[in-house]
């Protein structure tokens, strides 16, 4: 079946050592997305890329990165987690072909800084 | 600012009774309106979607939402609740031009006992 996967799935760091996220999909979206979701919050976005074309939102941190070698994959860096940056990750990712799309996503990376 | 607001945190029924959850917006511009769920330990997944046509949409498992444009509202519901739609549900609208931005609400869990 066509999806988003995301790896890990949990994912324990230190404080201040680098992380990765990793997203892949099987959908030949050219869209790809990252939420940060805090507990009892809604996801809130943190950037995507439009085919190679990075958009990052005006209030992501600058410890927060986003690499996209290829059209089925993308990665999350963080660069120097913090006690704050623990939080689901949600991948997603869409067809964007006019106004109107709709987006997928995957399971969540679930981050625990320590 | 877009918002959309989601005004039932914690919502508990009884299976067979009839479910409405709230979802307001506060952009004036044209929408795409979203319903998505996350059952205990699973992605989000969609539900239903607006984009424009008929304001009634009907989604998977029996929900159905209104668009109420008047109203900038977007109700979810379902006739008769069942134990396994007890999940967390997120609104979402996304403005139909412009930024690609998805917005969420911060969700309503809903409970439902046998």
């Known amino acids: 079946d066509a999806m988003v996967i995301q790896n890990p799935r949990y994912q324990v760091t230190q404080f201040g050592k680098p992380v990765t996220l990793s997203c892949s999909q099987t959908?030949?979206?050219?869209?790809m997305y990252w939420y940060q979701q805090k507990s009892s919050q809604a996801p809130k976005l943190l950037f995507h890329?439009?085919?190679?074309?990075?958009?990052n939102e005006a209030d992501t941190p600058d410890n927060f990165q986003s690499r996209r070698p290829n059209t089925s994959f993308c990665f999350l860096d963080i660069r120097s987690p913090g006690l704050g940056d623990a939080a689901m990750y949600l991948c997603?990712?869409?067809?964007?072909?006019?106004?109107?799309?709709?987006?997928?996503f995957g399971p969540g990376t679930r981050l625990l800084v320590l | 600012a877009q918002s959309v607001s989601q005004h039932n945190h914690h919502v508990i029924l009884s299976e067979a009774a009839s479910l409405e959850l709230g979802c307001n917006y506060s952009?004036?511009?044209?929408?795409?309106l979203f319903w998505y769920v996350q059952y205990p330990g699973q992605h989000l997944q969609l539900l239903l979607k607006?984009?424009?046509?008929?304001?009634l949409v009907k989604g998977i498992k029996g929900f159905e939402a209104e668009f109420i444009k008047s109203k900038f509202s977007f109700n979810l519901r379902k006739p008769s609740v069942q134990w396994s739609d007890t999940a967390e549900y997120f609104c979402?609208?996304?403005?139909?031009?412009?930024?690609?931005?998805?917005?969420f609400g911060t969700g309503t869990r809903l409970t439902v006992i046998p």
């Open positions: 997603a990712t869409s067809r964007r072909t006019g106004g109107s799309e709709t987006q997928y």
């Open positions: 959908l030949n979206h050219n869209v």
């Open positions: 890329y439009y085919d190679k074309d990075f958009n």
């Open positions: 952009y004036g511009g044209t929408v795409n």
């Open positions: 607006y984009f424009s046509g008929d304001p």
């Open positions: 979402a609208v996304k403005k139909q031009t412009g930024a690609n931005n998805l917005f």
